[in-house]
Every structure is written in C-alpha cells, then in structure tokens.
C-alpha cells in the first residue's frame, strides 16, 4: 500500500504538495526525489506520446512515445543551470540539484494534466481525422494551457524553497524572467522534434529547415481563423 501511495503521482505531487516542497527545502534525499520526479515525467509524456500517435498512425506511435519525453527532459537540461546562476546572484542557497527539483514540479504538473487529458484528446483527434490543422490547434492549445498550469504549481515550489521572505521575492521576480527564456526554449523544441501528428520515417526534421516555432504557430491560428470564418 505504502509503494502505491509512493507512485501516485496525483497524491504525491499534487494532494500532498507541502510535503513536496519541505523535502525541496531540506535537500533531504533529493538525487532520489529528482529521479523518481523525472521518471514520472517521462512515463506521463510517454502515455500523451502515444494518444497522439495512434492518431498518426505507423512509427509515429513508438516515436512520440521517446520524442515527448526527450522534449521535456531537453528543455529542462538547457534551462536549468540558467535558473540556478541568477538565483544565486540574488543571494539564494538552492543547489542546482534543488533548482532542477523546482523545475522538474513544473514538468510533473504538466505531463499529468497531459496525461489527464490524452482520453478526450484522443477522442477528439480520432473523430476529426480528416482535420489535420484542428488536431494540430487543439493540442497547442492544450499545452499552452496545462504548461501554465505547470509554471503556477513552480512557483509555488520555489516560493516555498526559500526561507529568507526578501530573497524570495528576488527569485521570484528572477523566475518570471527566466520563464520567458523556458516558454521560448520550450516552444523551439517541440518545432524542433516535430512532426508529431503525420506519419513519416523522420524521427527529428532536419534543423537546416527555415522557419521556427513562432511563426509556425501564427500561420496556424491564421489558418484555423480562416477556416472558422
């Protein structure tokens, strides 16, 4: 029973966030926190991965599967010691293990609303077949939604991080910065691991393609615009 509570990850990480964030705070067996939050991350992208394959059908199903989670956990990576340098200019004591744990609440939050959802996403994309920019939309929007989600439940975790109230308010300020670097990262990665919604033998498109995330999704909005009208 215990094991069962340990791997709920909607008990765990959401029900019983105090807990959550005095074990942040502590530092108190953190590599193992940081590792079972990472794993949890990953197998809940994993689940989303998969709705989203079935819709494109053939590889895609076992590419999303890896792809999803390598999205995450990369823009984690590249952000991450970013966070951890500007708090310390603003006098914060979080290791960079503690600032990777405040990160990683985001992408547990996340991923478990994405997987929440992958039952009418997938109901959704399966019955609009023929609509490929309406998939495309909805699940945009949808991360949109349930990223913001995520960075409001970080927010909570690194409030909850730092003890000295002044410090806090620094970091804080920090992070809402720093959140406009990970929502870009974010967002040129998922361009950059696409596709995801068409069948194809492509893993990753080749980065010497023009374009990128932003105006990608503005000829999107135009488009289902368009047909909406």
Same mark, same amino acid.
């Given at each position: 029973?215990? #094991?069962?509570?340990?791997?709920?990850? #909607?008990?765990?990480?959401?029900?019983? +966030?105090?807990?959550?964030?005095?074990?942040?705070?502590?530092? +108190?067996?953190?590599?193992?926190?940081?590792?079972?939050?990472?794993?949890? #991350?990953?197998?809940?992208?994993?689940?989303? /991965?998969? @709705?989203?394959?079935?819709? #494109?059908?053939?590889?895609?199903?076992?590419?999303?599967?890896?792809?999803?989670?390598?999205?995450?956990?990369?823009?984690?990576?590249?952000?991450?010691?970013?966070?951890?340098?500007?708090?310390?200019?603003?006098?914060?004591?979080?290791?960079?293990?503690?600032?990777?744990?405040?990160?990683? @609440?985001?992408?547990?939050?996340?991923?478990?609303?994405?997987?929440?959802?992958?039952?009418?996403? /997938?109901?959704?994309?399966?019955?609009?077949? +023929?609509?490929?920019?309406?998939?495309?939309?909805?699940?945009?929007?949808? /991360?949109?939604?349930?990223?913001?989600?995520?960075?409001?439940?970080?927010?909570?975790?690194?409030?909850?991080?730092?003890?000295?109230?002044?410090?806090?308010?620094?970091?804080?300020?920090?992070?809402?910065?720093?959140?406009?670097?990970?929502?870009?990262?974010?967002?040129?990665?998922?361009?950059?691991?696409?596709?995801?919604?068409?069948?194809?033998?492509?893993?990753? +498109?080749?980065?010497?393609?023009?374009?990128?995330?932003?105006?990608?999704?503005?000829?999107?909005?135009?488009?289902?615009? @368009?047909?909406?009208?």
């Amino acid at each position: 029973m215990g #094991a069962v509570r340990t791997w709920s990850p #909607a008990r765990t990480y959401l029900v019983e +966030r105090e807990a959550l964030f005095e074990r942040i705070r502590s530092g +108190r067996d953190l590599p193992a926190l940081v590792l079972r939050m990472t794993g949890v #991350a990953a197998l809940l992208s994993a689940l989303y /991965g998969f @709705t989203v394959g079935l819709y #494109a059908g053939g590889w895609q199903i076992l590419y999303n599967v890896v792809k999803f989670p390598l999205l995450f956990l990369a823009t984690l990576a590249l952000c991450v010691l970013a966070l951890y340098m500007l708090n310390s200019l603003a006098g914060a004591r979080l290791s960079l293990l503690q600032t990777a744990a405040v990160v990683l @609440t985001a992408i547990v939050a996340t991923t478990m609303l994405l997987a929440s959802l992958a039952p009418p996403l /997938g109901f959704l994309m399966l019955t609009s077949v +023929r609509d490929y920019h309406f998939v495309v939309f909805i699940n945009l929007v949808v /991360g949109c939604l349930v990223g913001a989600g995520g960075v409001r439940f970080a927010f909570q975790a690194a409030a909850a991080a730092h003890v000295d109230e002044i410090v806090r308010a620094r970091c804080l300020r920090i992070m809402r910065i720093w959140l406009v670097i990970y929502g870009a990262v974010g967002l040129q990665m998922v361009w950059i691991f696409r596709p995801f919604f068409r069948q194809t033998d492509v893993f990753i +498109r080749p980065l010497a393609e023009q374009g990128n995330a932003f105006e990608a999704f503005f000829r999107l909005l135009l488009r289902v615009i @368009t047909k909406l009208v």
